[in-house]
């Protein structure tokens, strides 16, 4: 129950870092 909470938190930490990524170049292709 534990591991499944930490591998769940550490897919969303994971997906915003890529979220991030991804507005930062669509923003450097636009500037």
Do not use: T, Y
Not at 1 to 22: C, K, T
């Amino acid at each position: 129950m534990v591991n499944g909470q930490i591998f769940d938190h550490q897919a969303r930490l994971h997906s915003f870092d890529l979220a991030m990524d991804v507005k930062e170049e669509l923003l450097g292709l636009i500037l």
